[in-house]
């Protein structure tokens, strides 16, 4: 059993109210387990950061409940190994708890708390912005941005409609990444640099990437028809993608990438910055509660 009282920080808005929907269950399965806690609801990233730093200090388990946004907000404050983070899912994507194999029943979450062990993990640091899953751009920016303003109630197919938005106006672009010293160019569709290796509902674009190596891996999809781009795409659930020849998985600890016209990367369903950015990886950096 891990030990210590719980400060739950709490995305109200995430999963479309997802999160608020079953707040009581979790309350009741920490009051269950006789733990103290304390709840606050966040009004921004910035509050959640706050949140975090604060809960650290006073030496309590954070338990992040909502999305990837805010884990990978909380995430970044906790990278000095001082905290230990409890993923409670309320999202819609979860990809992070899925790569941990975490419930996405935030009540069967809580339980972690006396089943579970603790890990050490690798972050990613993009211009000092940490993020735990998948930093892309290129179509992925069209994509996130398609996804991050719809109104339409879709669920983790969001994504998929954000792509087929995307493709219609896609224009390839020039990129050069750098790996580790040695640069790649090409024309192509996108650039992704990967912690966990998952992104988008469940989309394995890096199968075997590990959140324990001190690595990245880096996704480069080079220009085709967009026929072909949108046929390989539902293979991207299963990894199959990267028999694709138009695909190239790189390792390294430090990428940096730009492209011959502006976009902006995201990681964790948000904007990280504008390009060009430069990725670095801190190894075990964070403390994570995962299942035994």
Known sequence: MID?????????????GRALRLLPGVE????????RFRMTETTSMQHARELAREACDAGEIIAAMGGDGITGAVAGELR??????????????????????IPFDPVEAVKLLETGRERHIDLAVANGTV????????????VSRIALETRLKLGTFVYT????RAIARWKPADWRVTID???????????????????????????DASMEDGQLDVVMIRQQSRLRYLRGLPRVFNGSHLKDPAITLLQGSEITFEADRPFTAYADGDPIGDLPLTVTVQPGALRVVTPA
Do not use: E, W
Request: glycine share 20%.
């Open 80 to 101: 000095d190994r001082q905290g230990l983070l409890a993923v409670l899912p309320g999202g819609r994507g979860n990809d992070f708890a899925r790569k941990l194999k």
């Open 28 to 35: 009741a399965a920490l009051r269950s387990q006789g733990r």
């Open 131 to 142: 993020y735990l899953g998948i930093l892309s751009a290129g179509i992925d920016s069209d």
């Open 181 to 207: 010293g040695t640069a790649h160019d090409y024309p192509g569709y996108s650039v992704a640099v990967a912690n966990s290796g998952v992104f988008g509902g469940g989309m394995f674009l890096a199968p």
């Open 161 to 164: 409609y954000g792509v087929l």
């Open 4 to 16: 210590g009282p719980v400060c739950l920080i709490v995305n109200p808005h995430a999963g479309g």
